[in-house]
């Protein structure tokens, strides 16, 4: 269920970044070596996470309410908020990865983070008895491995611009993200609601299992998924081009 608030979150988090940092980074690699608008689309992610998570602990015992039916998991909505900052980050270095045309390193850093990790620190948390919080926050670690990597390229741009960033490169961001916000949210709402009504009216355990179905569409969906990965940033440099 945290996953299924993670997706529900994450267009708002990361405000379509995946798509439109990814889209400018493939149509600038002669500008200052791809990196120009890493630090605007940072600066974004960064404002609206921290927002999201400032609103989520003033209001988590409602919130939890709402979510779980049951406000005794606080706990497990603080660890999801702490998730959500993660995945923000790693999202910025994927779609930077991507548009700068490195999909192997892009791939296998999602592998490692995504797939292989948290099946790692899920056996071994449990293996010790520990929570599903404490799962969730070992996940959030994972992510916020992406942080060294976003600063590395960021001091690689701010030495060759002599600027953090520029304001026409985040308002370019803004005006190409924003329409994609409510399309991206109202399809991860889509399969949020099974869950959410799950936990609701049943157990959370109930809910787990529908997300695994979801989870199984979704394996599918991502093999569909994967020949736009790799075409969305050549596309991109070749409309550029064209005007």
Known sequence: LARRI???ADPIATFAMGFALTRYTAISLDDHKGHSYLSSA???VFVITT???????????????????DSNHTSLFHATLVLVAGYSMYILLYSHLRGLGLMSI????????????????SWQVLDAGGGVELIIYG??????????FIVKYLKIYTLLDGRFFRKNKL???VVYAMPRVPGIFSYNLMFAVGPFIAAYHGLLRESGFIVIGQFVLRI????????????FPRLAQDFSKSG
Not at 139 to 148: C, E
Request: aromatic content about 10%.
């Open 6 to 8: 993670l997706t529900v």
């Open 42 to 44: 940072t600066l974004i």
């Open 51 to 69: 927002l999201i998570i400032a609103l989520g602990i003033w209001f988590d015992v409602r919130i939890s309410e709402i979510i779980f039916n």
């Open 106 to 121: 892009a791939n296998i850093w999602q592998l490692a983070v995504v797939a292989i990790g948290p099946l790692i620190i």
């Open 139 to 148: 996940m959030a670690a994972l992510f916020f491995l992406s942080a060294p």
């Open 171 to 173: 308002k370019e961001l």
């Open 220 to 231: 599918v969906e991502g093999g569909l998924e994967s020949f736009s990965r790799v075409a």
